[in-house]
């Protein structure tokens, strides 16, 4: 996607280095700042303090760290040392340990000395597919959006109002996105699409993020408070939803930002469809029942009782919004049981959030590259 003017990737190796350089997200949108990793503890910060976030996005800076930790040290204590190391930054994200594993897989039969640029390959490998894969579910989803449109009564025709949640755009992953890979195909497409902006508190990821990156690439688009996405559904104002995950269950669960459960109850009862983008390295065959068994990360109640912003004199600051004393608690996702969702849409295609349709995509997508 565009960023001042041309394509960008949201992490870049730098030239001639075993580096790469991520856009600081937590600047957003008041500073655009590229910040160079070189370590797997930089890399790790990186994720914990969500200057990198989006689970595509989390998997391709946690198979760098692992890059740079064997550079370091290749042997096979620092490889499960820097594994375990990534892997406990995030604990929702499914994307994180695929990642690792995949690098790990990669690098583990090798002799010591090799380990290194082995793992460096790979990590810049899941780059690339990241960016082919979410250009697929944008394909994938712009179908979806085109039938939705046809449908639309000739007076109501103008636009496609597509109503999305947090970030799943180009942020989150390493290009395209994933909810918003098939509002980018649109627009580029021509086909006329208005997003509707949730901003998701506590974080304001769809103010800070999301709003940011449609301006970038010029899609039109409008900020609401979280809490408006019921009424502009009853108000026949929404097309479609759709959201990305962090995580997809066996049987068809989505973990996403919090808040997704209740778009998705509102979407459900104004008959309005309701969509989760992904690629298929989110979903996760190990997990059987979403609801029950995704472990859901509680971060920090400082992000609920604080606001971060920039002030009139564009400095950086965080105000308090409750009394001293007042609790909270911040859960950073919720589930979505799969029957809410209307269709998963993979770069394999789109499919019912059933187990036995997954397993059918699933399936169909392993023939395929082994055949």
């Known amino acids: ?49 969500m200057q990198v976030r989006g689970a595509p996005l989390i998997g391709a800076t946690a198979a760098h760290g692992l890059a740079f930790a064997l550079a370091a040290d290749p042997s096979d204590a620092a490889l499960a040392s820097a594994h375990a190391e990534l892997l406990a930054t995030r604990p929702t994200a499914v994307n994180l340990r695929w990642a690792l594993d995949r690098v790990h897989a990669r690098v583990a039969p090798l002799p ?48 496609l109002n597509v109503l999305t949640h947090c970030n799943a755009g180009w942020l989150g992953c390493v290009d395209w996105g994933t909810a918003l890979a098939p509002v980018y195909q649109a627009h580029d497409a021509g086909l006329p699409v208005h997003v509707w902006v949730s901003e998701t508190r506590p974080r304001n990821q769809g103010a800070s993020l999301t709003a940011w990156e449609l301006t970038q690439h010029g899609v039109p688009h409008t900020l609401v408070v979280d809490n408006a996405a019921g009424h502009l559904l009853q108000r026949g104002l929404v ?5 990305g995950a962090d995580r997809v269950a066996a049987n068809g669960d ?97 499919c019912p959030a059933t187990p036995a349709a997954l397993a059918r995509l699933v399936a169909k997508t392993r023939a395929a590259h082994t055949g």
Not at 124 to 143: F, K, M, P, R, S
Not at 239 to 243: F, G, S, T
């Open 1 to 49: 996607m565009n960023v001042e003017g041309r394509p960008r990737h949201t992490i870049e190796p730098l030239p001639g280095r075993r580096a790469v350089q991520i856009l600081d997200q937590t600047l957003l949108p008041h500073e655009i700042v590229w910040r160079e990793l070189t370590s797997a503890t930089e890399a790790a910060h990186a994720i914990r303090v």
């Open 112 to 159: 010591p000395a090799a380990r290194a640029d082995a793992a460096w390959a790979e990590a810049a490998q899941i780059c690339a597919d990241d960016v082919a894969t979410n250009a697929a579910i944008g394909l994938h989803g712009l179908e979806l959006f085109r039938s939705v449109f046809a449908a639309k009564p000739a007076a109501e025709r103008p636009v």
């Open 239 to 243: 097309d479609l939803c759709i959201v």
């Open 254 to 350: 989505v973990a996403n930002k919090i808040g997704t459960y209740l778009k998705a109850l509102a979407a459900r009862a104004h008959n309005v469809p309701f969509y989760v983008a992904l690629p298929l390295s989110t979903f996760d065959p190990t997990t059987a029942d979403g609801v029950r068994d995704i472990p859901i990360e509680q971060r920090s109640a400082r992000e609920v009782t604080h606001a971060v912003g920039n002030d009139a004199r564009g400095a950086r600051t965080e105000v308090l919004l409750t009394t001293p004393t007042t609790p909270a608690r911040n859960d950073a996702f919720d589930v979505t049981p799969a029957a809410l969702v209307t269709a998963l849409i993979t770069e394999s295609g789109a």
